[in-house]
């Protein structure tokens, strides 16, 4: 079936640094990747919409410039946390739905601990 | 989540049967989604209704009714390993996933 890897696994930084996520798709293009973050307790929620060659889609609330998103090829995306803070300590997981027809599921990747202290 | 509702904490013993229910309210409705998600990884695929009435799957099941917005997951032959959350979602219009805040099953020796 189909695979998304996602990297780090976990990661500590300290405040004001910045940390890149990796998101591949390992066997199927994907043209769209979708980040979501999840505080303890608390729902899946979308952070952004990630578009190949294009530029990312946001949601209400979430801030572009504090988390860029790239997705350079059909394979890759990637979510940079700038200028971290302690309250953008969260579990961060990225999705990719693999496009064509009879296509009914998400494929998520392993998530991504951060923790800045 | 987006209206999307399932009970937030749920107990049961093992070897027994449980039932977590999950209410919906969407327009363009394209299939409701139950996700398996133990503390600290990423959801796990169980299950996916588009089509009104009751699948099942091994110890697992899953019905919806698309005219009551109303969906569930049961659970049998309860195992300690099952202790986990149980997300409900569906398709948002950009192609993501829309999530409950998931119910937590505990599982009791």
């Known amino acids: 079936g189909a695979v998304v890897s996602q990297h780090p696994s976990r990661v500590i930084c300290k405040s004001g640094t910045s940390v890149k996520i990796e998101c591949r798709s390992l066997d199927f293009q994907a043209t769209t990747m979708f980040w979501y973050r999840q505080f303890p307790k608390q729902s899946l929620m979308l952070m952004a919409t990630s578009n190949e060659g294009s530029k990312a889609t946001y949601e209400q609330g979430v801030e572009k410039d504090k988390f860029l998103i790239n997705h350079a090829s059909l394979t890759l995306s990637t979510l940079t946390v700038t200028s971290a803070h302690p309250e953008d300590s969260s579990f961060y997981i990225c999705s990719a739905r693999r496009s064509g027809p009879g296509s009914t599921e998400a494929f998520f990747g392993q998530g991504t601990r951060l923790t800045v202290v | 989540g987006q209206n999307i509702d399932q009970p937030t904490e749920m107990t049961a013993t093992e070897g027994a049967i449980v039932q977590i229910n999950c209410t919906y309210q969407t327009s363009g409705f394209n299939g409701l989604f139950w996700y398996q998600q133990h503390a600290g990884e990423a959801p796990t695929f169980l299950s996916y209704?588009?089509?009104?009435g009751l699948e099942e799957k091994g110890r697992f099941s899953s019905f919806l009714s698309r005219s009551k917005g109303y969906s569930y997951l049961l659970l049998k032959e309860l195992q300690m390993k099952d202790s986990a959350s149980y997300l409900c979602?569906?398709?948002?219009?950009?192609?993501?996933?829309?999530f409950g805040k998931g119910t937590k099953l505990s599982v009791k020796p």
């Open positions: 979602a569906y398709w948002g219009s950009q192609g993501n996933l829309i």
């Open positions: 209704n588009v089509l009104d």
